[in-house]
T-cell receptor, first 113, second 110 residues
Framework: GAGVSQSPRYKVAKRGQDVALRCDPI?????LFWYQQALGQGPEFLTY????????KSGLPSDRFFAERPEGSVSTLKIQRTQQEDSAVYLC???????????FGPGTRLTVL | TQLLEQSPQFLSIQEGENLTVYCNSS?????LQWYRQEPGEGPVLLVT?????EVKKLKRLTFQFGDARKDSSLHITAAQPGDTGLYLC??????????FGAGTRLTVKP
């Protein structure tokens, strides 16, 4: 595809459920980023991959959050035992390298009831 | 916690008016970017400024980077309804650490 795609676009989870959010970056982009955007706020950095290596996970809010990119392309952000405060839009971005332009996907809106 | 402060938070104006929005921080950035985000979409890059004092123009949009590389402004001339959206600034601290402001939500009424 031409851009970054994310799925699902919307996810509703009951508190305590596990969720998995998928990101398909632009083909050939080495760097991949995950951000969390709460309502009325700007995106906040969660984690960064270069190829399959997770080089920075300092933004992950708790050990319930886990991200992987096993083959250096598609990435999955997993949230275990979801809590209401996890409700947000989760954005994925990719770039050719760092610090090149980051291209964002449309996001996954997660609502935890 | 947003390390970049954007003001105003909300702005509603009539078509044809001019406006300026601001992005301020106490930190120095290697570069600063402005994005526009529409509902249900991810942010789209408008411009990157790198040099202190730099001014870039994109049609009716003028971007300025402060001399000390801590602040920036976005000026829109003769705003149009199509300019409506959330304008985000983001500062790059190092190669992969990009911090966003909370954004200015602009509404341009016809």
């Amino acid at each position: 595809g031409a851009g970054v795609s994310q799925s699902p676009r919307y996810k509703v989870a009951k508190r305590g459920q596990d969720v998995a959010l998928r990101c398909d970056p632009i083909s050939g982009h080495v760097s991949l980023f995950w951000y969390q955007q709460a309502l009325g706020q700007g995106p906040e950095f969660l984690t960064y991959f270069q190829n399959e290596a997770q080089l920075d996970k300092s933004g992950l809010p708790s050990d319930r959050f886990f991200a992987e990119r096993p083959e250096g392309s598609v990435s999955t952000l997993k949230i275990q035992r979801t809590q209401q405060e996890d409700s947000a839009v989760y954005l994925c971005a990719s770039s050719v390298q760092v610090p090149d332009t980051q291209y964002f996907g449309p996001g996954t809106r997660l609502t935890v009831l | 916690t947003q390390l970049l402060e954007q003001s105003p938070q909300f702005l509603s104006i009539q078509e044809g008016e001019n406006l300026t929005v601001y992005c301020n921080s106490s930190s120095v950035f290697s570069s600063l970017q402005w994005y526009r985000q529409e509902p249900g979409e991810g942010p789209v890059l408008l411009v990157t400024v790198v040099t202190g004092g730099e001014v870039k123009k994109l049609k009716r949009l003028t971007f300025q980077f402060g001399d000390a590389r801590k602040d920036s402004s976005l000026h829109i001339t003769a705003a149009q309804p199509g300019d409506t959206g959330l304008y985000l600034c983001a500062g790059l601290y190092n190669n992969n650490d990009m911090r966003f402001g909370a954004g200015t939500r602009l509404t341009v009424k016809p």
